[in-house]
């Protein structure tokens, strides 16, 4: 069974930083992307970044673009976000997304997620 377990969230002030990371473990799980997801009260799941495992590729949401930076280290199985500048509007939970294939920016193209970790972002 392949788990994905998240850590560095926590409460922060507008303009500070933060890196969450996200490991995987378990099963013959062979990575194909990795992702991370936002979903805030009462808003839908939103795409934020993702990396292809295999050439390091990486895609962002305008939003965060110039701000957040995906990375990977492929020994641990672990992909990190990195986030510079924040904004109260960036305060969410944040999961971690993982597939076997290439995906997307769609929520329902990844398999497996973890159990998300809170992003707070004080003005």
């Known amino acids: 069974q392949v788990q994905l377990e998240e850590s560095g969230g926590r409460l922060v002030q507008a303009g500070g930083s933060l890196r969450l990371s996200c490991a995987a473990s378990?099963?013959?799980?062979?990575?194909?992307?990795m992702g991370w997801f936002r979903q805030a009260p009462g808003k839908e799941r939103e795409f934020v970044a993702h990396?292809?495992?295999?050439?390091?590729?990486?895609y962002y949401a305008d939003s965060v673009k110039g701000r957040f930076t995906i990375s990977r280290d492929n020994a641990k199985n672990t992909v990190y976000l990195q986030m510079n500048s924040l904004k109260p509007e960036d305060t969410a939970v944040y999961y971690c997304?993982?597939?076997?294939?290439?995906?997307?920016?769609?929520?329902?193209?990844?398999?497996?997620w973890g159990q998300g970790t809170q992003v707070t972002v004080s003005s």
């Open positions: 378990g099963g013959t799980f062979s990575i194909g992307t």
């Open positions: 997304a993982a597939d076997e294939n290439y995906r997307g920016t769609y929520y329902w193209e990844y398999d497996y």
């Open positions: 990396i292809i495992w295999s050439s390091g590729s990486t």
